[in-house]
């Protein structure tokens, strides 16, 4: 996507990664009744996500969001994902609000590690995130304009749902590095649909609002915030 840039590091020479990122595989993790499997190293409790490792954490998004589902995907066949999404349901099957939150890390077969271009950070609970915001006229079409991102590997998870992302919508992209070789991160993704008569700035391939209206991408950070709860285990 247009803002917020990640890099992936190989031998000294970076390679930009879209927002998203691409995959070339999709793998639907088995589901418990909770929607995951208990005896996986993450797994589903509630509105929560207890994590055994990178980072060891157990991560809670407040009342009124539902879990929608996990996934596990494969990133240019160097990376694996896990990917879980929790979301506000608004009119018309549309989401309000969501939280999208990944856990990544690259393969042995590799020496790449990740890199982040943004100095904004910001501390939730017990994680210090560097992270950026930004704001899209169609979220959705975003999303799916790559088929093989994992942005859109989100919107066919939600669409599983009969639920799709908001046209009109802002995010706060978050990074944490859960080791010190810089070789795994959690990214947690919060977004929300802005109203016609926003004062929210949007143009075609996205506004950076860390930027352009940094007041708007502080509003915006706060809403992520307030509704997550991240501790370490």
Same mark, same amino acid.
């Given at each position: ?34 929607? =995951? ?8 409790r509630g509105r929560t ?17 539902? %879990? ?17 999404? %929790? ?6 099957? =549309? ?33 210090? %995130? ?57 990214m947690i993704i919060y ?43």
């Amino acid at each position: 996507m247009q803002s917020g840039k990640r890099q992936i590091v190989s031998n000294g020479k970076a390679t930009v990664v879209a927002a998203a990122g691409l995959m070339l595989g999709l793998a639907t993790l088995a589901y418990g009744s909770d929607g =995951t499997n208990a005896n996986a190293v993450r797994h589903v409790r509630g509105r929560t996500i207890v994590s055994e490792e990178s980072p060891k954490v157990e991560l809670s998004v407040r009342k009124g969001y539902r %879990f929608i589902g996990t996934q596990q995907i494969n990133l240019y066949g160097v990376a694996e994902a896990e990917q879980f999404v %929790f979301a506000r349901q608004g009119r018309d099957n =549309t989401v309000e609000s969501f939280y999208w939150i990944q856990f990544e890390h690259f393969l042995p077969s590799n020496d790449r590690t990740y890199k982040y271009g943004s100095k904004n950070t910001t501390q939730i609970g017990d994680l210090q %995130f560097v992270y950026n915001v930004g704001s899209w006229p169609d979220y959705g079409a975003e999303m799916a304009g790559n088929p093989a991102s994992d942005g859109a590997a989100i919107e066919r998870l939600l669409e599983k749902q009969h639920l799709s992302f908001p046209h009109r919508a802002a995010h706060v992209r978050m990074f944490h590095s859960p080791s010190a070789d810089h070789r795994s991160e959690l990214m947690i993704i919060y977004g929300e649909a802005l109203l016609q008569n926003s004062a929210v700035p949007v143009r075609e391939k996205g506004v950076d609002l860390d930027t352009e209206s940094p007041a708007s991408a502080q509003v915006l950070l706060e809403h992520a915030r307030q509704g997550l709860v991240i501790q370490t285990r």
